[in-house]
């Protein structure tokens, strides 16, 4: 079919079909250049824009759960121990402990670093008036995050009370339970938030694709009546989609990269929260939905289109 052949030419160029080199091929052509142009500019603005949104939420996410491993990992576990310990128990303890799959770090305080810490800070020594260092010896134990709870510590507790050695385990125990239920609350709400979001996101992105995909019906119907199969009219826009989506995940993943490092030079020391896996993770969320959305989207929308009648495409 010569004029499929030549409609097809035509059609992957986007330029006019008048024939000639008058005023009509001229003005045709640099109108639909400029169409598209601005056409291709705005969906990736707007598709930024909301995978923008999309990337702060999944940001949000996964800087809560590096904040609660950050409180959860800060809660201390003291071993108090007895007066007589030597420093050889001290050590084999030490060493048992960090040995233990449930072990962050450990910080042995002697009493005598406790008592020059104290009378530093009080401006007074208290064996001047009691005779004898008050203070108790501890191992300052930082457990993991998965281990930092109830259930866990007790059942370590059970394990290290077995050294003779260790006079009491302390541990702050209210103030654990309500981190980790209100980390438990937050992590509920931020999961709740991220898929509404993300369901708003998909709307917002397919009315995009649509509205760009609309302008360009007639096209699609013309070559569907000239012979071209479903598969061939799809290959351009899902391309042209393509391209929108990988621009629009860039964009996205650059205005989140510099809003991290403007927040970063303000409080530097929220960059615990942002580790080099957590941004991985963000950026590569935002680009695959980015591309992954704007094809899909498109797909169906020409689909959509496709199966319109002349008649119908009037009425849309």
């Known amino acids: 079919m010569p004029f499929f052949d030549y409609f097809c030419a035509k059609f992957r ?27 291709f500019v705005t969906a990736c603005i707007s598709t930024s824009l909301v995978l923008l949104l999309l990337g702060f939420v999944v940001l ?19 071993l108090l121990l007895n007066d007589n310990v030597t420093e050889k ?9 960090n040995a233990q799959e449930y072990t962050k770090e450990t910080h042995y305080i002697s009493k005598e670093a406790i008592l020059a810490d104290q009378t530093a800070s009080m401006g007074l020594d208290p064996t001047e008036f009691l005779g004898y260092n008050p203070y108790t010896a501890s191992i300052e134990v930082k457990l993991k995050a998965d281990h930092a709870n109830t259930d866990s510590i007790m059942l370590i507790k059970n ?34 938030l991220a898929f509404a979001l993300s369901m708003i996101s998909f709307a917002l992105i397919n009315n995009t694709i649509k509205l760009t995909i609309y302008s360009q019906r007639f096209i699609l119907h013309t070559m569907k009546l000239v012979g071209a199969s479903w598969a061939f009219i799809r290959r351009p826009f899902l391309i042209r989609n393509l391209g929108i989506g990988i621009a629009s995940g860039v964009l996205a993943n650059g205005l989140i990269a510099g809003s991290i490092y403007l927040l970063l030079r303000y409080e530097p020391q929220m960059s615990y929260l942002f580790t080099w896996q957590t941004l991985g993770i963000v950026g590569g969320c ?31």
Request: charged share 25%.
């Open 89 to 97: 128990e001290v050590e084999r303890i030490v060493n048992y402990v």
């Open 286 to 316: 935002v680009m695959l939905f980015g591309i992954l959305i704007t094809m899909i989207c498109a797909y169906f929308s020409i689909n959509r289109f496709l199966r319109m009648k002349a008649g119908d495409l009037y009425y849309i």
């Open 159 to 192: 394990k290290l009370m077995r050294y003779t050695q260790i006079r009491e385990i302390a541990y702050p125990s209210e103030l654990m339970d309500n981190v980790n239920d209100n980390i438990r609350k937050i992590s509920f709400l931020l999961l709740v």
């Open 13 to 39: 160029r986007g330029v006019s079909f008048c024939e000639g080199n008058g005023p009509c091929t001229s003005h045709m052509k640099q109108k639909k250049k400029r169409l598209i142009d601005i056409q």
């Open 60 to 78: 949000v996410v996964l800087s809560a759960k590096s904040l609660s491993t950050h409180v959860r990992e800060n809660l201390e576990l003291s």
